[in-house]
């Protein structure tokens, strides 16, 4: 479950990059 | 291109670090090699002299990161008169620490029987990469946010040709770990750390764009001053 978490931690920084 | 090994870490080609003129026939040519964990100075040593060179010994001046040989400078028999050897030897990050600048430059100073001779050389940051240094992921996300944006640096890595996973391979090989990938919008972003000998950290984030063979890379570190002679390193890795 913590991997699930920091899967989508590491989709949301991602996506906060591609489009601050 | 350099010597390197297609799985190891890239190894610059020697060039000449002390000239014959200089050094009353002495001709030192050398590179940095990392293998195994183990950081080596590989030099060539050339008499260009018209007498034998026996007593070699070689010592460095205090550097950035704590560079200086682990063992004597092994030169068995003596050198003869257009006689080149190559020596491989040994170094440790223990010694004394003093801010160079430029940051990789190392002062050495080598005897023989006919003088001491004294020299510089700039070694490549990436021999100081370690083994361990993947970031756990949950610490990464937690650092990556710590870090303030006004450490972070951004560079462009200009006309390179490989994908996502060649740039992960080729990089893991030089101690450059990819700690997560995300593709978003067609781009990728692969995001990195590294380890310096010295206990710094470095957070990278590679963009890969489609169609576009300029990539971006932003840095985010405590010690900024190491960010530009990192994307040094990315650009030589990626390239040779």
């Known amino acids: 479950e913590m991997d699930d978490d920091l899967d989508e931690a590491f989709s949301r920084l991602a996506q906060a990059r591609t489009n601050p | ?240």
């Open chain 2, 1 to 240: 291109g350099g010597v390197g090994m297609p799985t190891g870490s890239y190894v610059a080609p020697k060039s000449v670090w002390l000239p014959a003129a200089k050094a009353k026939g002495l001709e030192i040519s050398g590179t940095f090699s990392r293998r195994m964990g183990h950081i080596y100075m590989e030099l060539s040593l050339m008499n260009k002299a018209m007498q034998v060179m026996t007593d070699f010994a070689i010592q460095f001046n205090r550097n950035s990161f704590g560079l200086a040989p682990a063992a004597p400078l092994q030169v068995n028999a003596p050198l003869t008169p257009n006689q080149t050897i190559e020596v491989s030897l040994p170094l440790n990050t223990v010694g004394p620490v003093m801010k160079m600048d430029p940051l990789s430059n190392l002062q050495v100073a080598i005897k023989n029987n006919i003088d001491v001779f004294y020299f510089s050389c700039l070694y490549p940051i990436n021999m100081l990469f370690v083994e361990d240094g993947k970031m756990d992921r949950q610490i990464f996300l937690a650092t990556w946010k710590d870090i303030p944006n006004e450490n972070e640096v951004q560079f462009q890595i200009k006309e390179c040709h490989l994908n996502a996973d060649a740039v992960t391979n080729k990089l893991q090989s030089n101690n450059i770990y990819t700690v997560a990938k995300r593709n978003v919008e067609g781009q990728d972003m692969l995001y990195q750390s590294l380890k310096l000998t010295n206990g710094i950290w470095v957070l990278a984030e590679l963009r890969i764009q489609p169609g576009n063979i300029n990539y971006t890379l932003s840095l985010k570190c405590r010690a900024p001053e190491v960010a530009q002679h990192v994307f040094g390193a990315y650009e030589t890795i990626l390239k040779n």
